[in-house]
């Protein structure tokens, strides 16, 4: 698959490399400011630097939200006759994204998450109710290469994704900074407190992840009547605090994807 990305940066890089070395790419081209132009190794400034007369498979554009247009503004015939546009911003719809490429090729909107980067990733899929089935699947297979993929059937459900899966691992470092700076706090070695921290979190996750697994059974058998357990979940839970922070926490990021959505 003869694969162009537009923006290389962390989510593009991630992505990039991981099907480049899954072997499902055979030629990569990169158009990205911050990298040093190579045309030998398909690397460009500027997409008006890449040859025009070349067909992809793939256009991907992993450029932020506000640039995402531009970014696609100069692609030539030659480059979209054959391809399929996957977008990784958020926010932009798919309409923009259309009328940004002129209609010329098809455009799925795909929501990753950074867990990508170790093949555990989450991305939520999204293509309009035309797009061709056989296209479909090799969109899923390169996403299924770096994680789990998600096909959604309303555009706005990716608002939710973007806020549970998206931006969901920042949520769980967080809780492992706190959990980390609360055992230094209980008088623990900074470096201990954070290998408790993570390998806390890669075990919990490991549970999670079991076939049927069942959130609530898996905390219930954690915590012994009236024991350590308890005594925390009860400060978390206290008047329903928790679960309303998360949600109000998601909502925020809801509310932001839509905004997005609203200004592309
Ligand atoms: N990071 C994440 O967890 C996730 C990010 N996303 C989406 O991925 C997109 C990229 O995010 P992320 O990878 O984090 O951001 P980065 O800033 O790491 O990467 C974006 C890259 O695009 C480059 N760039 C800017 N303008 C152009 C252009 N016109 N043509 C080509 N390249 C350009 C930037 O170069 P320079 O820095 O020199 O401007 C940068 O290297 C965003 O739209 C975001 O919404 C989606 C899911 C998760
Ligand atoms: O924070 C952001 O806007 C992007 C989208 C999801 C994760 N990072």
Redesign the pocket.
């Known amino acids: 698959m003869n694969v162009l990305f ?7 890089g991630a992505l990039g490399n991981a099907w480049l070395q899954a072997g499902l790419v055979n030629h990569l081209s990169i ?4 990298l040093t132009a190579d045309a030998e190794q398909g690397r460009y400034i500027r ?1 008006e630097d890449v040859p025009q007369h070349r067909a992809f498979d793939l256009i991907v554009l ?4 506000a ?2 247009t ?2 696609l503004a100069g692609l030539t015939d030659h480059q979209c006759q054959q391809a399929t546009v996957v977008s ?3 926010g932009v719809t798919e309409r923009t994204l259309s009328n940004a490429v002129g209609q010329r090729c098809p455009v799925v909107r795909a ?4 867990p990508v980067l170790v093949g555990a990733g989450c991305t939520g899929l999204y293509a309009t109710e035309h797009f061709d089935a056989s296209r479909q699947a090799v969109i899923s297979r390169l996403f299924e290469a770096v994680g789990a993929a998600y096909w959604v059937s309303e555009e706005q459900q990716l608002d939710a994704v973007t806020a549970i899966s ?1 931006s969901g691992p920042a949520y769980y470092h967080l809780f492992s900074e706190a959990l980390a700076e609360a055992g230094i706090k209980l008088g623990l070695d900074p470096e201990l407190a954070r290998s408790l921290a993570a390998q806390t979190a890669f075990g919990a996750a490991t549970l999670q992840h079991q076939p049927h697994a069942n959130f609530t059974d898996l905390r219930v058998a954690v915590t012994s009547p009236n024991g350590t357990t308890a005594a925390a979940i009860d400060v978390f839970e206290t008047q329903g605090q928790l679960r309303a922070l998360v949600e109000a926490a998601t909502g925020a990021a809801h509310r932001r994807s839509v905004e997005l959505s609203n200004e592309s």
């Open positions: 537009i923006g290389y940066g962390r989510m593009g158009v990205d400011p911050g997409l992993a450029v932020k939200p640039y995402a531009a970014a990784v911003a958020a929501m990753p998450n950074t998206g």
